[in-house]
Nanobody
Framework: QVQLVESGGGLVTPGGSLRLSCAASGRTSSTYRMGWFRQAPGKEREFVAHITWNGGSTYYTDSVKGRFTISKDNAKNTVYLQMNSLNSEDTAVYYC???????????WGQGTQVTVSS
């Protein structure tokens, strides 16, 4: 089991920045990758970015490339999502997820709200 707790969401004006954190606990040492997803009102949950726990390979959805950066601190068992140049389309609940075996996102956090509005 892996427990995930997100933090760092909030209200930001267009063009602003936020950094989300995801603290992982439990059986994290063997986790293959960690990721961020988001769900906007009335829309399905969508993938944002992932990072492999060992090696740190990253992948982003096209809409956030060049604006968002996913990173990790293995010593703290924490994954971050630095979000820059935010716009209204980034408004969503952001979820952290863990894929322990490389076969699917099995564990999810409770989500943190990000609202981009003037």
């Amino acid at each position: 089991q892996v427990q995930l707790v997100e933090s760092g969401g909030g209200l930001v004006t267009p063009g602003g920045s936020l950094r989300l954190s995801c603290a992982a606990s439990g059986r994290t040492s063997s986790t293959y990758r960690m990721g961020w997803f988001r769900q906007a009102p009335g829309k399905e949950r969508e993938f944002v970015a992932h990072i492999t726990w060992n090696g740190g390979s990253t992948y982003y959805t096209d809409s956030v490339k060049g604006r968002f950066t996913i990173s990790k601190d293995n010593a703290k068992n924490t994954v971050y999502l630095q979000m820059n140049s935010l716009n209204s389309e980034d408004t969503a609940v952001y979820y952290c997820a863990a894929d322990p075996l490389g076969s699917g996102w099995l564990f999810w956090g409770q989500g943190t709200q990000v609202t981009v509005s003037s």
